[in-house]
């Protein structure tokens, strides 16, 4: 079977900022890539439930990053209890506060990393690097 090209785009620390990522997107689907990676990080901002919303439109291949690891450590009640009280962590509370049990439920499914095949060739191993995480 001949090999053909396979376009791969990857997006990265959107951090729940929608209007940047439709203006990535606008460009982006002008020529739709055959894979989107999200590989981590894109809630964490002003439109976390949003964005999700629209990447999830997308069918796009996801990965946690240490963002959505930090929204699950809170849905499951596993954070720190300065998270909820201290005021350094407004931010992190404020988008919990944003986030579906859809939206935690889906986040709950998604793993740490991704790694594709095309055509029976490894394209690569995707993964989001956290402090403190061993290398894999």
Do not use: K
């Not at 300065?82 to 935690?104: C, E, K, S």
């Amino acid at each position: 079977m001949p090999m053909t090209s396979h376009r791969i785009v990857v997006l990265s620390d959107i951090h729940g900022i929608l209007a940047s990522l439709n203006t990535a997107l606008d460009e982006i689907l002008r020529d739709p890539p055959d894979e989107i990676i999200v590989s981590g990080d894109f809630v964490g901002g002003p439109q976390s439930h949003e964005t999700l919303t629209r990447l999830r439109e997308l069918n796009c291949h996801f990965i946690l990053g240490n963002g959505e690891i930090r929204m699950l450590q809170m849905h499951n009640r596993t954070a720190p209890e300065a998270w909820w009280t201290y005021r350094q962590f407004d931010l992190g509370r404020f988008v919990f506060n944003q986030l579906t049990d859809d939206d935690l439920t889906f986040i709950s499914t998604l793993p740490e990393q991704l790694n594709l095949t095309y055509y029976g060739a490894d394209l690569s191993e995707w993964c989001m690097p956290r402090p403190g995480a061993p290398a894999s």
